[in-house]
């Protein structure tokens, strides 16, 4: 028999290959992290689909060597200015909202630090932001549902894969919409082509005969 090429996966092991690879997508995401500067205003923007559960972890570090402690404003807004989470002097904490509506979010810090004659250091903004499977904590619900810990990866294989079908479906439908949109602006160009060509038609024709009465009129031609 003929043995299998070095590095390939058998037939049998394709299935056992796809749930590592399920599992590194199911991994945790990592912090963002960025400095903020005295008297500025930093925001990350993000869209997210609707009816989606969004969490998220926040942590503002004062100035190195500031008497202080830190000093900044948060806001988290959507697209049509709705404040969905805000506090200010915010220092630690927690916020978490379900989306209504597929849309553009927006989360704004704004320092409070007064901007001296020296340099001011920077404040160290941490932001830990989660949503969908992400932003589902399943040990809480391994503890209600008293689920044993393969069950609880196959629960979160499950809603990534629960995830993933409505991202698939939310781009079909989203090229559908741009397809129609395609195909009414080819035949609106086509009928303005034909509107623009019977009128230089037109145009001319009235040229031809304008042209020809006034030449007749000046005797110019018989």
């Not at 379900?98 to 553009?104: A, V």
């Amino acid at each position: 028999l003929p043995l299998p090429l070095p590095g390939r996966p058998r037939l049998g092991q394709a299935p056992l290959l796809a749930l590592p690879l399920l599992l590194l997508l199911v991994g945790p995401a990592q912090p963002i992290s960025f400095q903020l500067p005295g008297k500025a205003r930093k925001c990350l923007r993000e869209e997210i689909h609707r009816d989606t559960l969004v969490t998220g972890e926040y942590e503002i570090g004062a100035p190195p060597g500031s008497s202080s402690g830190p000093s900044a404003n948060l806001k988290i807004t959507d697209s049509a200015g709705h404040i969905l989470y805000a506090k200010e002097d915010a220092t630690k904490g927690k916020f978490a909202f379900t989306t209504e509506d597929y849309d553009m979010f927006e989360a704004c810090f704004e320092s409070k630090l007064p901007v001296g004659t020296g340099r001011m250091p920077d404040q160290l903004v941490i932001l830990d932001m989660k949503h969908g499977v992400e932003a589902k904590n399943y040990e809480e619900i391994a503890k209600v549902e008293k689920l044993k810990p393969l069950e609880v990866e196959l629960r979160r294989l499950e809603d990534l894969s629960e995830s993933i079908v409505n991202d698939f479906a939310y781009m079909k439908k989203r090229e559908e919409e741009m397809r129609d949109t395609n195909e009414s602006t080819n035949t609106r160009v086509l009928y303005f082509s034909i509107f623009s060509m019977c009128c230089l038609i037109g145009l001319a024709t009235w040229q031809v005969f304008y042209l020809r009465r006034f030449f007749k009129a000046k005797k110019l031609i018989e």
